[in-house]
């Protein structure tokens, strides 16, 4: 016998109508597909909760209407293992107020939006402050990279990915439409703390020809990425800097900007603690609880 979909729609029948115009606030049970009727009232839904729904695969789908969701400000997902992307891209256009994004435990989990090269042409997450990715070991990207031109993550504060083990670029895009002649620059002036932990198929950080800029960075760990080409440096000013490069011309750049006394800048696939304008060395660094950990139980496999 088939066994029976669960949908949402016999979940909580109050929910539609006046009666959910006052909920803010909603943690959800299991289902394999969530908000695909267009009956509910969610419009003053702040927070959404979604965890160890075993059985999730979409979480909006149907003809939803996407002003019920205006208001949605922090979307925590945890433990969905058959989930395989968060966002449709008609959702992911309209999620004006949404500041957190918190994603762990999500096995299958693929992409963060459906189709994302398709909505990247289109403004998104403008309030986005928050992305903590954790243990997501399908995962092969965050997001285009052109999400973050025209100021679409202007707001970013903290960006942390950890034990994203498939992960191979946190921001793809084509190379082959990048001239090697001219590099773009992207300033994200807002991102406070990064974290790149035990990402061991970490390529780079973004692809060839573009230049990311973090002025305001405090905190700046990258840990157990040993195939990384994205180079990281501080330069004068304490920006930080992370720029991808071609494998032939690592050396040369290295060798002609590590002369400049006030930069600082890292070996290719180093771990780096670095925060405030000051480096911990080696030792340092592997002393973190979280980083040491995985780095020992990573090359003991």
Same mark, same amino acid.
């Given at each position: 016998m088939t066994k029976k979909k669960q949908r949402s729609k016999v979940m909580v029948p109050e929910m539609r109508g006046e009666a959910s115009t006052s909920m803010k606030y909603l943690t959800i049970s299991n289902f394999e597909e969530l908000f695909e009727y267009s009956g509910y009232n969610l419009s003053r839904l702040k927070i959404l909760n979604l965890s160890e729904l075993t059985e999730l695969r979409l979480i909006w789908s149907g003809p939803i209407q996407v002003e019920n969701f205006q208001n949605l400000t922090q979307l925590t997902v945890k433990d969905c293992k058959r989930l395989r992307y968060i966002f449709s891209s008609t959702m992911a256009r309209n999620l004006p107020q949404m500041s957190s994004l918190d994603i762990s435990d999500c096995e299958e989990l693929e992409q963060i939006i459906e189709n994302d090269q398709a909505s990247s042409q289109y403004h998104l997450f403008p309030n986005l402050t928050?992305?903590?990715?954790?243990?997501?070991?399908?995962?092969?990207?965050?997001?285009?990279?052109?999400?973050?031109?025209?100021?679409?993550?202007?707001? !970013?504060?903290? @960006?942390? =990915?950890?034990?994203?083990?498939?992960?191979?670029?946190? /921001?793809?895009? +084509?190379?082959?439409?990048?001239?090697?002649?001219?590099?773009?620059?992207?300033?994200?002036?807002?991102?406070?703390?990064?974290?790149?932990?035990?990402?061991?198929?970490?390529?780079?950080?973004?692809?060839?020809?573009?230049?990311?800029?973090?002025?305001? !960075?405090?905190? @700046?760990? =990258?840990?157990?990425?040993?195939?990384?080409?994205?180079? /990281?440096?501080? +330069?004068?000013?304490?920006?930080?800097?992370?720029?991808?490069?071609?494998?032939?011309?690592?050396?040369?750049?290295?060798?002609?900007?590590?002369?400049?006394?006030?930069?600082?800048?890292?070996?290719?696939?180093?771990?780096?603690?670095?925060?405030?304008?000051?480096?911990?060395?080696?030792?340092q660094v592997t002393a973190l609880p979280e980083l040491s950990e995985w780095e020992n139980e990573w090359s003991n496999k």
């Open positions: 928050l992305i903590d990715i954790h243990r997501c070991k399908n995962l092969k990207c965050l997001f285009p990279v052109t999400l973050a031109h025209g100021g679409q993550l202007s707001k !970013l504060y903290q @960006l942390n =990915v950890r034990r994203v083990t498939k992960l191979e670029q946190v /921001f793809k895009g +084509d190379e082959a439409n990048v001239s090697k002649y001219e590099e773009k620059v992207i300033h994200l002036s807002q991102l406070n703390t990064m974290m790149l932990d035990g990402i061991p198929n970490l390529v780079s950080f973004s692809p060839m020809g573009y230049h990311f800029v973090f002025q305001s !960075l405090r905190l @700046l760990q =990258v840990g157990v990425c040993p195939n990384v080409t994205t180079r /990281f440096r501080v +330069d004068s000013k304490q920006s930080v800097h992370a720029k991808t490069q071609a494998s032939q011309s690592v050396n040369k750049i290295i060798v002609g900007e590590s002369a400049t006394s006030q930069e600082t800048a890292w070996p290719i696939g180093s771990n780096i603690w670095w925060q405030n304008g000051k480096e911990d060395d080696s030792e």
